[in-house]
């Protein structure tokens, strides 16, 4: 006597974690959130207000601000590799190091500038650093 089975669905290996998430994480949920710091650089010389001793940060804010800007809004319409991603992590580094090569923190009146590029400066390296590392997993899970 045989028994006969009901042949069931094939098994199927699941992936750890599907590949087009990962791109789609990195390029637009990254992407938007240096959208949001861009735009945050944009609006701080209005936020802090505009004292004549920081002038110098505030152009600086909406110069760092702009490449940030243009950076994150191409990760909409195109796939980013490591480049923009360490352009964005330098851009973090001289906002972090900015108040001190400018000479900001030598203003007789505290107008909020220096905070703000610390604190940006600080997201943008995390976000570029994400983003990198995002990239080089899904190269190696793509090989």
């Given at each position: 006597m045989a028994t006969a089975h009901k042949p069931g669905p094939a098994r199927t290996k699941r992936k750890p974690v599907d590949q087009s998430l990962m791109r789609a994480q990195r390029q637009q949920i990254i992407g938007l959130l240096m959208l949001l710091s861009a735009v945050v650089l944009f609006v701080a010389p209005w936020i802090v207000g505009y004292p004549d001793t920081a002038k110098d940060a505030?152009?600086?804010?909406?110069?760092?601000?702009?490449?940030?800007?243009?950076?994150?809004l191409s990760r909409f319409f195109h796939y980013p590799g490591k480049w923009p991603d360490l352009v964005v992590l330098a851009a973090g580094a001289w906002m972090i190091a900015s108040p001190w090569v400018i000479s900001t923190q030598n203003t007789e009146v505290f107008d909020g500038a220096q905070v703000i590029d610390v604190v940006l400066g600080i997201v943008l390296m995390v976000l570029a650093s994400l983003s990198l590392l995002l990239l080089g997993l899904t190269r190696r899970r793509e090989e």
């Open positions: 505030h152009r600086n804010e909406l110069g760092v601000g702009m490449i940030v800007f243009f950076i994150a």
